[in-house]
């Protein structure tokens, strides 16, 4: 397998008391959303629903989530933090560009399973739930514009845009297959190992 040798980054210290409580809020509330729409539907599990049976109040709901589908899929896990926005930028140019994008996209997938978010139950309710798709579209199409905008301050916007959607199929790639918690530690490596794989095919299939 092709090695990123990502840059170092220095280990990040213990979260106080009050970062686990928000991370044990937001997957209460996130777990809640989750069963009531999956038993009901998101038109039948109201808000105030989902707010009981976590625990929290309206406002809470609101603080962590902007709707129930944002919920549904753990939504505030799905964005670029300004620390991965810095070690990104710290290079500069198209040289390893692509796989600079692995990384990031791997470390917003890596950051979904830190925080609580179920993806095998997500996996679960799209499927039994078609309502959700353009929510879901709408969400994923956002994270790929802020990803895009990011790549832009390396290289073109047309190579930006081809160098995102690269990644972005092996990401589409990889939510097809079964989920295995070593495939999840392994997430970065595979994506560019797969992003490097379609490069081949899309080589030889010209011999």
């Not at 799209?126 to 353009?134: D, G, M, Q, T, V």
Request: aromatic share 6%.
């Amino acid at each position: 397998m092709t090695t990123l040798n990502p840059t170092p980054v220095p280990a990040a210290a213990a979260p106080s008391l009050r970062e686990r409580k928000k991370v044990e809020t937001r997957t209460a509330i996130h777990e809640a959303a989750l069963r009531l729409v999956a038993e009901n539907g998101v038109e039948h599990a109201s808000v105030d629903a989902i707010c009981s049976e976590a625990g929290v109040s309206t406002r809470t709901f609101f603080n962590y989530f902007p709707s129930k589908v944002s919920a549904v899929v753990g939504l505030p896990s799905f964005v670029i933090t300004d620390a991965q926005r810095d070690a990104f930028l710290e290079r500069d140019g198209e040289r390893w560009l692509v796989r600079d994008l692995c990384a990031l996209v791997g470390g917003i997938m890596d950051a979904t399973s830190r925080d609580g978010v179920d993806r095998q139950a997500i996996r679960d309710v799209l499927s039994r739930r078609k309502e959700i798709a353009p929510d879901i579209i709408k969400f994923a199409a956002e994270l790929r514009r802020d990803i895009v905008a990011l790549a832009e301050r390396r290289t073109t916007p047309d190579r930006a845009q081809l160098a995102v959607t690269l990644v972005m199929a092996a990401v589409d790639s990889a939510l097809h297959r079964p989920l295995d918690p070593a495939f999840d530690q392994e997430f970065t490596e595979w994506l560019f190992e797969a992003v490097m794989t379609m490069q081949a095919i899309a080589r030889e299939s010209l011999d």
